[in-house]
């Protein structure tokens, strides 16, 4: 089969012929109709900042397809079914995956990085991860939920705890915010502030629903502007990893607020202020991809028209491509937020 493939130290793709592995029994064969290009691709292709398990390797962790064969011990998929791949990767035996909470696994991995992933003609995968798609979600749509739009709700809903008529800040409005805004507005949130340091990226929030844009700039204090702003903070979902955003903006918040840190930064967090988060019984947790729940009721808003994807497909795109859009996604051109990979083009 084609497939574009990651070789130690490259920093780029090389679309090959490959063979792909036996199926195994409780496999089934997908035939990739797409895969999305994510932020993360561009950390571990273009600048190496985040290690695969393997090498060579085949990136893409958001991947939809048809199911073209089935292994023996397989129950739930036939030949003919559309399916969404889930993204992350688990034991599939622990209590937390026995509880559906995969993504608290400790031996967790993501489609791509220690296994084989979606930037191919085809792909084998254990039928757990599979949810059936519908065919009124065409597979660009229902790709990006493996990981674009599944990561986010898991942030919003799971973690955050979002409640209707609450008041949102989404931090960072990249591929993953820009669906938490679409998200909250579909959870019933009162109002929604989008934070970017990037004007496209705010347009594209106030799209999907945001109320109102703050445009970042340097020295400004989030925290005061938000407090300006709004009575108060219910929910601040951050997908910027920059720590003193948050720093900032925790005196922004209304009794009983929560914090979610889903963006992975550098930087230390420091909260010089116990008594107030004790006293108004703030909480701050971390978010981290997905677990079973997601995608079947991400599929449910879908189909009841509470969220539209058509917009977070920027283009979909051949598998010899993939470089060129790679870095397209990088350099922002043309205000992108998801390029699609279609090995079949």
Known sequence: MKAAILHSGSRS?????VKLPELSPNQVKVKVKACGICGSDIHFILHGKMKSTYSP??????TSGEVIQTGDATTKFKVGDRVVIAAGTSCGKCS???AGRENLCEEIGVFGFNRSGGFAEFIHVEERYLHKLPDSIPFPQGAILADAVSTPYHAIKYQ??????????????????????????????GKIFAVDIDRGSLDNALSYGADEAILLEKNMQLGKILKEKAKGIDLIADFSGFMANIESSIRSMNRGGRIVLVGIGRNKLEIPMP????????RITGSYGSDSRAIP????????????????ISGVHKLEDVNEYLHALEEKRE???RFIINPEL
């Open 13 to 17: 793709l090389n679309v090959e012929e």
């Open 57 to 62: 390797c085949i990136p893409g962790h958001e």
């Open 96 to 98: 937390y995956c026995l």
């Open 160 to 189: 955050g705890e979002l409640k209707p008529g609450e008041t949102v800040a989404i931090i960072g409005c990249g591929g993953l915010g820009i669906h938490a805004v679409a998200i909250a507005k579909a959870l019933g949130a």
């Open 275 to 282: 008594f107030f988060l004790i006293e108004r019984q703030i």
């Open 297 to 312: 009721e991400l599929i449910q808003l879908y189909t009841d028209k509470k969220i539209d994807l058509t917009r977070s």
């Open 335 to 337: 205000n992108p937020i």
